[in-house]
């Protein structure tokens, strides 16, 4: 059976290990670092990952015609890497990363942006596997057969630069921004050079950390509503949600999405387009 396209958005690992063989699962690395960190995603999958996973390149899936890091690339580019990693219409992803729960959102959405529903992320990721004792391979990778994947895009999903200064300027969408304090406020500096420090006026911040638990996993539907309404955001209206660079933004669209709310907007360019030197807005407070 598919996957349901309501709020059944992440996957535990014991569904995984009792569907690891099946084959229209499709398992998906999709490990992503922050500039600095010193680590490769594609490295590290080639040292081991969950047996039969493919690597999906955020860095690599991207709109090669911006400078702006991993932007969504059109359907059509979209639609040729998919069919080439193997993902294609009746893939049922399973979508996990090194650190728990972090990039693998940024996969998920970027698939649901593209029309395909049939994904979720495996909770805990990589790290809980490992806890758990699970099976792992390594060295290089089978690849899958080509399969055709047909695009379909769903604009509600993605905010551009345009769309966030009607934002701001009339406030007709709540903007989450998931970035740590420190940068929202201005205090710390991004770990992209040449970026403002700040955020965007009206935004309120979540940090994604707060709807995660300790070891990486999402955190219970209670606990989630509990994080926004402590924040004052009112997690069943319009909201976008931006970051970085549109990666920890859609770990708060996945947290969201556990709650009902399937209809959250990334703004994909985030503080790398918004914090550039371009005279728009900057709030400290």
Known sequence: MPFSTAAE??????????HLNAPDVVVVDGSWHLPGSNRSGRAEFGERRIPGAIFFDIDDVRDKDTDLPHMLPSSIQFSSQM????????????????????SAARVWWML??????????????????????????????????PVHFTPQVNHGLVADIDDMRGYVHKGLKQVLDARPPTRF???ADEPRPN???????????????????????????????????????????????TCGSGVSAAVLALALA????????????????????????????
Not at 84 to 95: A, D, E, F, Q, T
Not at 124 to 145: C, M, Q
Not at 266 to 283: F, K, M, R, T
Request: charged share 25%.
């Open 258 to 285: 556990k709650i009902g709310n399937l209809e959250v907007a990334i703004y994909d360019g985030s503080w790398a387009e918004w914090g550039q030197h371009n005279g728009l807005p900057v709030a400290t407070e």
């Open 83 to 102: 069919k080439k990693l193997g993902i294609g219409n009746g893939s049922r992803v399973v979508v996990y990363d090194t650190a728990g729960l972090f």
């Open 195 to 241: 970026l403002r420090r700040g955020h965007m006026p009206g935004a309120s911040n979540v940090p994604y950390s707060l709807v995660l638990n300790a070891d990486g996993t999402l955190k219970s539907a209670d606990e989630i509503r509990s994080v926004f309404d402590q924040s004052e955001v009112d997690a069943r209206k319009d909201i976008v949600a």
């Open 112 to 145: 649901r942006a593209m029309g395909h529903s049939d994904v979720r992320v495996l909770n805990g990721g990589f790290p809980k596997w490992l806890a758990e004792d699970r099976p792992v391979e390594d060295g290089p990778a089978n690849p899958r057969s």
């Open 9 to 18: 958005c992440v996957v535990e690992t014991e569904w995984l290990a009792e």
């Open 185 to 187: 406020k201005g205090e």
